[in-house]
């Protein structure tokens, strides 16, 4: 699976720091990496993880049910 999301905090510096330095074209390019990394790991958790943990628990509408909603609001 995908590193932890505290593994992006470099890529939210790099946005960041362009952003406040105005150098739009990197702050775009800084928040394109970024928005992919944030949407591959919500992938990796909604097909891979979250299955996983209600096939073993039993349970679908508690936890992750509530992450996807926080996914889908994000």
Do not use: I, N, Y
């Not at 699976?1 to 952003?19: F, N, Y």
């Not at 958790?45 to 996914?71: K, L, N």
Request: aromatic letters at 6%; hydrophobic letters at 50%; glycine letters at 6%.
């Amino acid at each position: 699976l995908l590193p932890a999301p505290r593994a992006c905090a470099p890529l939210l510096g790099r946005l960041r720091r362009h952003a406040v330095g105005k150098d739009w074209p990197a702050a775009q390019a800084a928040f394109a990496s970024l928005q992919h990394d944030v949407l591959a790991h919500f992938a990796a958790e909604e097909e891979v993880m979250f299955p996983a943990f209600e096939a073993a628990s039993g349970m679908s509408c508690g936890p992750t049910a509530v992450v996807r909603m926080e996914h889908a609001g994000a």
